[in-house]
């Protein structure tokens, strides 16, 4: 018996011994490894009405809505309103927030502020910083017949990455509130992984 139990505590002993030395490894190699992709988790965008905001997203490009629009009042008391402070300083009283998410769970946040309800985007793609975002749909054409019926513009003709062999489109163009996006037919990665600029 007195054998079997001193077996085992070799046993322990050993594999703890191990298990250190494989940790330590494995903490010296993460120091060196290059940084993994981070996945997209939301964006945000600054709308006039967010009500109509809301309604041209969740019936136009099929978001789901995950929280309706909500008022947030400038205050200390709760966390959300300490991490507005913490953003937009003081001063903006309230504001309403609601949040989305696309169809293949990325969150779309729409803000709207009383200081921004008579204030365009202005469409400048030189300016450092965001110019546009991207959404997917194989039906490119119905896609941006709905967003121009719906209010919203077509910023340009439907083009194909590779005219005559494949059938990757795209097409810019504008929600109703002046704000510039993309829509794609195919993923990112087929549109760009065989050297689209030909």
């Not at 946040?109 to 008579?118: C, D, Q, V």
């Not at 910023?155 to 097409?171: A, D, N, Q």
Request: proline share 6%; aromatic share 14%; charged share 25%.
């Amino acid at each position: 018996m007195n054998r079997i139990l001193v077996g085992v505590v070799c046993i322990l002993m050993l594999s703890t011994s191990s298990y250190s030395q494989k940790s330590e490894n494995m903490s010296e190699s993460n120091e060196t490894v290059k940084p993994y992709p981070k996945t997209f988790s939301h964006i945000g965008i600054t709308v006039p009405n967010i009500e109509e905001a809301v309604k041209f997203y969740t019936e136009v490009l099929g978001f789901y809505v995950i929280m309706e629009p909500t008022l947030v009042k400038e205050e200390n008391e709760t966390a959300i309103g300490q991490m507005c402070i913490d953003v937009f300083g003081e001063g903006w009283g309230t504001f309403k927030i609601a949040h989305l998410s696309t169809g293949d769970k990325i969150g779309f946040e729409l803000f709207e502020f009383n200081e921004s309800k008579e204030q365009k985007p202005v469409f400048e793609p030189f300016r450092s910083g965001l110019f546009h975002f991207s959404i997917q749909d194989p039906d490119v054409e119905g896609v941006v017949k709905k967003i121009v019926d719906a209010g919203g513009k077509q910023r340009m003709p439907i083009r194909e990455y590779y005219p005559g062999e494949k059938p990757y489109r795209m097409c810019y163009v504008e929600d109703p509130f002046g704000t510039v996006f993309e829509i794609y037919s195919h993923s990112y990665e087929l549109h760009y992984s065989q050297g689209a600029y030909k």
